[in-house]
């Protein structure tokens, strides 16, 4: 099955784990990905899970697991670490 328009493969598991700006939106702070360098939002993100959804800029559900985090967009599905 093709790659969804977030960045997730057809099983719902991010293409990589901590790119914060992927996408048209950063998915830490849900600015546009092309306006500054979200240096901040990149640092930040080695430490916590997306916010925002890359593609469309809905907020996320985020379930932090021992193991990792689960966030989802209710358009675009979930990403997983």
């Keep these: 099955m093709p790659d ?16 914060a700006v992927g996408g048209v939106w950063c998915d830490r702070c849900g600015e546009p990905a092309g306006t500054g360098t979200h240096e901040a939002c990149r640092v930040a993100r080695t430490l916590e899970p997306p916010r ?27 990403l997983t670490s």
């Design 52 to 78: 925002y959804c890359p593609s469309c800029r809905r907020r996320m559900k985020v379930q932090v697991l021992p193991t990792g985090w689960r966030a989802t967009c209710v358009e675009h599905g979930a």
């Design 4 to 19: 969804n328009d977030n960045g997730t493969t057809a099983g719902g598991t991010a293409a990589s784990g901590s790119g």
